[in-house]
Structures are given as structure tokens and as C-alpha cells.
């Protein structure tokens, strides 16, 4: 059973014996879902209060406090989805990554070799179109995209540093 490191959202680092798997739990669509739909209840809930209150017409504050109460269901489903997926153990996802510390290479998901662990440096980078940046394993071959960081779920923290020190052992 893999021991967890580290984790932020839905991106974890854990360890199992020699293997230090990267394993992302697929909370960030879910995540802006949850988002959008909180503000989008907030926002047309709290119009349609407002409007009922006012002197306007009863069916568009009605209307506004529809939107409102349906934005704020789906939020509460998104929600409970992703603290869901937490109950889910580890070792039934399928790992982005492994660094095999034992064979000293870095394998991706398929379990294909990538890299020597020795020629592997592991660091940030920044996404086009987000303001979270990605962790990247940076190979002879180029860089292997590990785990895209999301504003919505708590970006990456510091599972670059942890990476780091679980696979130099």
C-alpha cells in the first residue's frame, strides 16, 4: 500500500518501497466546475433575492433565484465528488509517473523507461493560460510533463521540493 508524501488537491506523491509514484486524482475540472457554479449561484441568487424584494416583476426574480438554487445544487455535487475521490486509495490510480529508485530510471504511467534517474531534474514551469505552473521532469530528451497545476485546487505547493527529496534517497 503506497504511503502518501504529499498532497495538494488532487496531485499526490507517494511511495511505495523503491518507487516514488506521481499520481493525480483528476479533481481539476471538477475544481473550476465547483468554482464557477459557487459564484454563478451567489451571483444570480443573491439578484434574485434582491429582485424579489424590489419592485420587479415576481417571475425574473424568480427566474435569477432558479439559476441561483440550481448553481449552488451543482456546486454541491462537485464538491462532494472531489472530497470522493479522496476515499478512493492510491494504489487504484493509475500513476502520471514513477521514479524506480531501485533501478535508478524514471518510467511514465505505461510503465515505459524515460530516463536515468541520475540525468532527471524535476522543477516548475509555467502553463500557457494559467496562472499555475506545471511540474516538469526535466530529461536528456526534453521535459515530461508530470502534473499540470490548478488555481482552483491549490496549484502545485510544494510537491516539486518533495519530489525532489524522495527521489535523491
Known amino acids: 500500500m503506497p504511503r502518501i508524501l504529499r498532497e495538494v ?14 499520481i493525480d486524482r483528476g479533481n481539476g ?5 465547483a468554482f464557477v457554479a459557487g459564484v454563478v449561484a451567489l451571483v444570480f441568487g443573491g439578484f434574485g433575492a434582491v429582485s424579489l ?15 441561483g438554487v440550481a448553481s449552488a ?8 465528488h472531489i472530497r470522493g475521490t479522496r ?14 529508485r531501485a533501478a535508478r530510471v524514471l518510467r511514465d504511467g505505461n510503465g515505459t523507461v524515460v530516463a536515468p534517474l541520475d540525468a532527471v531534474t ?14 516538469v521532469a526535466q530529461t536528456p530528451a526534453g521535459s515530461f510533463v508530470l502534473l499540470r497545476g490548478n488555481p482552483f ?5 510544494d510537491l516539486d521540493s518533495v519530489l525532489r527529496a524522495a527521489t535523491t534517497i
Open 153 to 157: 485546487t491549490g496549484g502545485l505547493g
Open 122 to 135: 524535476v522543477g516548475r514551469r509555467m502553463q500557457i493560460g494559467s496562472s499555475a505552473p506545471k511540474l
Open 73 to 80: 445544487a451543482i456546486t454541491a455535487v462537485a464538491v462532494r
Open 53 to 67: 424584494a424590489a419592485i420587479t416583476p415576481v417571475w425574473l426574480g424568480l427566474a435569477f433565484l432558479a439559476v
Open 29 to 33: 475540472p471538477r475544481a473550476v466546475l
Open 9 to 22: 488537491g488532487g496531485l499526490v506523491i507517494a511511495e511505495d518501497g523503491p518507487l516514488v509514484l506521481v
Open 87 to 100: 476515499a478512493i486509495p492510491v494504489s487504484d490510480y493509475r500513476p502520471v509517473a514513477v521514479f524506480d
